[in-house]
């Protein structure tokens, strides 16, 4: 059974620093991108970061961009996402959702399999 569980959520500073955490199950790490997605409040869900099936490449959201750090540690079947330097529009639900692909894809609607979301509120 392919399971994501993300956590690492919480109340955050601006200025400050947060990291999530995104566990799998049932999937096998070198076939999948693996991507976090942000719904902040009231809004649409929204891309924010991805890493590619190897690892090598990475891609983000222009409004985390040098803020924002994914990685993966196939040892421990865990993605992170390290915030930085957060802001108060960075306020949102964070998915992590795996796509099986060859490539980056930064449609929502195309990934199958997401976790349950964990909350990150950003204090100004």
């Known amino acids: 059974q392919r399971q994501l569980v993300e956590s690492g959520g919480g109340l955050g500073q601006a200025g400050g620093s947060l990291r999530l955490s995104c566990v799998y199950s049932?999937?096998?790490?070198?076939?999948?991108?693996m991507t976090w997605f942000r719904q902040p409040p009231g809004k649409e869900l929204e891309f924010v970061a991805a890493?590619?099936?190897?690892?090598?490449?990475?891609f983000y959201a222009e409004s985390v961009e040098g803020r924002f750090t994914i990685s993966k540690d196939s040892a421990n079947n865990t993605v992170y996402l390290q915030m930085t330097n957060l802001k108060p529009e960075d306020t949102a639900d964070y998915y992590c959702?795996?796509?099986?692909?060859?490539?980056?894809?930064?449609?929502?609607?195309?990934?199958?399999?997401w976790g349950q979301g964990t909350q990150v509120t950003v204090s100004s």
């Open positions: 959702a795996a796509d099986y692909s060859a490539v980056i894809r930064l449609d929502h609607s195309k990934y199958t399999w």
């Open positions: 049932g999937l096998s790490f070198s076939g999948y991108v």
């Open positions: 890493i590619g099936r190897t690892g090598g490449e990475r």
